[in-house]
């Protein structure tokens, strides 16, 4: 009697019509061991079924994109090193959501593990670890345990790579609860005429395993991750893999070290799917066939089955192909570095993939059916109105004419959505490696390409609530927020890698979150000249269980890159001395304030309505160059984008990372708006995009006069100095003063009385 039955099948997550293309492909019915595999490859994580349609659309290439999307990670040509190498940078953003709200640590622990293979597979030593993270409302009885995990799997796993972590994003929102998002991202260096490829070639070339041994933990992880929460969400603890940092950082050396000779021709490490998805791309992009002798996978429990062998999500694991003769000198690398090193299979011609385990075939699938022809779905989608219909979002009104605006700053600092961050980046060794130019909190990160004069600048951004709203607006801004702050430190953005986090693609409304955001996205790259190398999708992120909400936000996290060609020009957002200028870079007369989803409405007053600001991508293309000539000519001593909170907040960030307070001349905005005075509190919490803020020496009149030459809108702000941040109408403070004690005690005392209570 055959094992299958429509149970079985269905516990694999492999629709009627699926399977009915299963027996199609096969011309006959499936062992388990082959469900098996059809059913990690054709999951949504492997197979993007649901997203692959939309994703063609997207920007790719640029004269800088040494290798865009459908490998590892994305190569981009960041120019000369100081001996005339020419130097890459390989990067990705990945999810590790599912698995990380059933078991936080190892979760997010395995999520910079898989995302570190990715990098280091390519030829690239990793410079950077980065992260997003949304978590749910932090009264929810989970999040604390699942914040404290997630924080501590982060810093224990980089930490003891060796891998600095030099910043990111942490966001909460009720939509998070019952599902949370753990994005990991990683940025490495290499040389641009070493980088190495997943496409396996040459008949009979030796297929090698090398890392760990391979155990149950992680089977099915990939499916698990393309369904969403039941209640039983607990029960999938087993699904989750188990990490060991310090066999990555044997693995990552052995690697490189092997790399440095001419014995590789194809590698991949094994992620999600394991063995079974490492083996199909490898032989799929090399237009070959594999044989796989399954008795030689190493494992380190007994009795372990080929069903479980394929489908093992065990960490720190490759799969290479060598070249003949090259085995031991390989084997001897790796038993150096004290790893695994097993000859498991060869490269065939046949376009199947072949298993075989006790003498006889367990498994004989042609490729072609598991990876191009997998299935793929146009899934039907809300129109623009329909889906605006639907979101209800509510229009804007009673936005209050006199607000309390030294309370309200105080409030928003003190939010879970702007409170310092601190508790969290001091987890994260940001200086291993001796190479980071700027610690966590600013607007990118910043590393030194070790050796030169060259710097990355990184950063990840999203605004979910925007793409609710609008997610056109939404998609096009989170990859403007990453271009912005690239910009703002006078790097120039050149390319990024994303992780498109959303809900059940099989419902219209969710279909319309995710293509209009890809939209958006895709004009932004396209304005911006910005194209995306690399990415990663997470579908399903909703929550039955109990205590859980139900879809997330859309919540298409962007990873953007830049490169900084002389590191001792980097900016940062701390004024630096007292009695310089503050002046507002993309100030424009003819623009009322954007409060619509701004959070100064949403974290002080409880409305969480209107439409998001708009993104003018050509005036946030001029903005950004003009930054970076700023910044690249010396002339401005802080930069710092105007986001969340408006300006109010910026400065008060500026103010907060020097410790220097700041005088602002409300008049000084009346050009911008009506002249009536409940507009200046509107003006200073405005979320309107494509602006920054930067100083310059008080007897300097410099960057006004460039600004108008250029014919872009500039105005001035205030001044640095004192210990209080003071808002003044005229030259008297009309309003009271906020110090800068109040403020840091307001900014700090989140996380610390979360975490201590």
């Known amino acids: 009697m055959s094992d299958i039955n429509p149970e079985v099948v269905a516990a694999h997550g492999l629709s009627e019509e699926e399977y009915g293309h299963v027996l199609h492909a096969l011309g006959r019915e499936p062992n388990l061991v082959e469900l098996g595999i059809f059913s990690v490859m054709w999951s949504e ?14 920007p790719t290439e640029a004269p800088w994109v040494i290798c865009g999307p459908g490998e590892n990670a994305g190569v981009i040509d960041i120019g000369d090193g100081p001996d005339g190498r020419k130097l890459a940078a390989i990067f990705k953003m990945e999810s590790h959501n599912h698995p ?6 190892q979760g997010a622990a395995t999520g910079v593990g898989g995302i570190l293979r990715d990098v280091f597979t390519m030829g690239a030593r990793p410079v950077a670890n980065m992260n997003a993270l949304r978590f749910g409302r932090p009264d929810h009885p989970k999040m604390k345990h699942l914040v404290q995990g997630v924080v501590a799997g982060i810093g224990g796993y980089g930490n003891c790579v060796g891998v600095p972590t030099v910043g990111g994003e942490t966001n909460f929102d009720p939509a998070y609860d019952g599902n949370i998002l753990v994005n990991a991202m990683t940025v490495g260096v290499a040389d641009a005429d070493k980088i190495f490829y997943s496409a396996a070639t040459g008949v009979g070339n030796p297929i090698v395993y090398v890392g760990s ?10 499916t698990m991750a393309s369904a969403d929460f039941g209640e039983d969400a607990e029960e999938k603890r087993p699904t989750v893999q188990v990490g060991d940092p310090f066999t990555e950082k044997l693995l990552i050396e052995a690697c490189l070290e ?8 194809a590698i991949q490490d094994m992620g999600a799917a394991g063995l079974t998805s490492s083996s199909v791309e490898m032989a799929t992009n090399g237009k070959a066939g594999i044989r796989l002798d399954m008795n030689k996978v190493p494992c380190r429990e007994e009795g372990m089955t080929p ?19 090259k085995e031991a000198m390989a084997e001897a690398i790796f038993r150096k ?29 042609p490729l072609g059916p598991l990876a191009a022809d997998a299935p793929l779905y146009d899934r039907p989608a809300l129109s623009r109105a329909d889906y605006k219909s639907w979101a209800k979002v509510p229009a804007l009104k009673n936005v209050p004419e006199k607000p309390d605006i030294r309370a309200d700053l105080l409030k928003m600092m003190a939010s879970p959505a702007l409170a310092s961050r601190r508790w969290i ?4 060794d940001s200086q291993v490696g001796a190479d980071t130019l700027s610690k966590p909190g600013g607007d990118a990160a910043v590393v030194r390409v070790h050796g030169t004069k060259k710097a990355l600048a990184m950063s990840t951004d999203c605004t979910p609530r925007y793409c609710y709203a609008d997610p056109y607006e939404g998609g096009k801004q989170a990859v403007a927020e990453t271009w912005r702050n690239i910009c703002a430190v006078g790097a120039k953005p050149l390319a990024i890698t994303n992780c498109l986090n959303f809900a059940n693609p099989q419902r219209p409304e969710i279909m319309a979150q995710i293509t209009g955001c890809l939209e958006g996205m895709g004009d932004a790259c396209r304005a911006l000249d910005y194209p995306i190398v690399s990415g990663n999708v997470s579908l399903y992120n909703e929550s039955k269980a109990t205590g859980g909400g139900s879809a997330i936000l859309p919540t298409p996290a962007i990873g953007g890159v830049g490169v900084l060609d002389d590191m001792d020009k980097m900016a940062t957002i701390a004024f630096k001395d007292g009695a310089q200028k503050i002046l507002l870079v993309g100030a424009d007369p003819r623009v009322v304030p954007e409060l619509g989803q701004s959070l100064w409405l949403d974290v002080c007053h409880g409305i969480r309505g209107g439409q998001p600001p708009k993104v003018d991508l050509k005036a946030e293309r001029r903005h950004g160059e003009f930054v970076r000539e700023l910044i690249a000519g010396e002339i401005v001593t802080a930069a710092h984008d105007v986001s969340d909170g408006g300006i109010l907040v910026a400065v008060a960030e500026m103010a907060l990372a020097a410790n220097i ?6 008049p000084s905005f009346e050009d911008l708006v009506d002249a009536e005075k409940i507009r200046h509190a509107w003006s200073l919490f405005a979320e309107n995009q494509g602006r920054y803020l930067v100083t310059e020496p008080f007897d300097s009149h410099v960057v006004e006069k460039m600004a108008r030459e250029r014919d872009i809108g500039c105005c001035f702000v205030g001044w640095t100095g004192g210990d209080s941040i003071v808002l003044s109408v005229g030259t008297e403070a009309n309003y009271p003063e906020v110090s800068l004690s109040d403020l840091r005690e307001a900014n700090e005392s989140f996380f610390r009385d979360w975490m201590e209570g």
Do not use: N
């Open 45 to 58: 994580h492997c197979s993007y079924k649901s997203s692959r349609i939309h994703l063609k659309k997207l």
């Open 100 to 105: 990380s709200y059933i078991e936080p640590y």
């Open 213 to 222: 041994k391979t155990g149950r933990d992680g089977i099915h992880g990939a």
């Open 258 to 265: 092997l790399m440095a000779t001419d014995a590789i021709v």
């Open 307 to 325: 069903y479980e062998m394929m489908l093992s999500e065990s960490q720190e694991r490759m799969l290479m192909v060598l070249k003949p003769g």
């Open 337 to 365: 570095w004290e790893l695994d090193f097993a000859i498991i299979g060869e490269v065939t011609d046949t376009q199947h993939m072949v298993l075989e385990f006790d003498g006889e075939v367990v498994c004989d699938i």
């Open 425 to 428: 980046w001091e987890q994260y």
């Open 661 to 666: 307070g700041a005088r602002l001349e409300l």
